[in-house]
């Protein structure tokens, strides 16, 4: 394999292993707990932070997944950079306003980092996106075993 394969086949894994984590770490628990955490940045009311505590962690496994496997890995990482400016906006929300969020909820109750913290690592999950946006469908990816007719 080529390193930009490598790097790409990397970024396309790590991506795809961080929206997994996250999305199902919120899954374990009460939707309405995330609601909570969602309705704390105070960019939307308490039904609309409830019907997205129910749909975005699901939408995180299933983008993941996609990531891991490869399947459509280049509209996944588009759909994940959406997913990453949502929260990079909601994050840069809470930083400059000075809403008070020990945890920014991304993972549940598994990690707690700050606001800043989370936007640091958003940031940076959004740059491997592009590299995944970016890259040709590499060897190990179900999207280049369908290209082979395998």
Request: charged share 10%.
């Amino acid at each position: 394999m080529k390193p930009r394969a490598a790097v790409a086949l990397a970024a396309r894994v790590a991506v795809g292993a961080v929206m997994v984590f996250a999305g199902a770490s919120k899954l374990a628990l009460p939707a309405e707990e995330f609601a909570r955490v969602i309705e704390a940045y105070g960019l939307v009311s308490a039904s609309t932070a409830l019907s997205m505590a129910g749909l975005l962690p699901w939408l995180e496994v299933l983008l993941g997944w996609a990531l891991i496997l490869g399947v459509r890995a280049r509209w996944a990482a588009v759909a994940a950079s959406a997913l990453l400016a949502s929260f990079l906006f909601a994050l840069g929300h809470v930083i400059l306003i000075g809403i008070p969020i020990p945890n920014c909820g991304c993972f549940g109750a598994a990690v707690h980092f700050t606001p800043a913290h989370a936007f640091l690592f958003d940031s940076l999950t959004l740059a491997l996106c592009w590299i995944v946006f970016r890259s040709e469908p590499d060897p190990l990816s179900l999207d280049s075993w369908a290209n082979r007719g395998l």
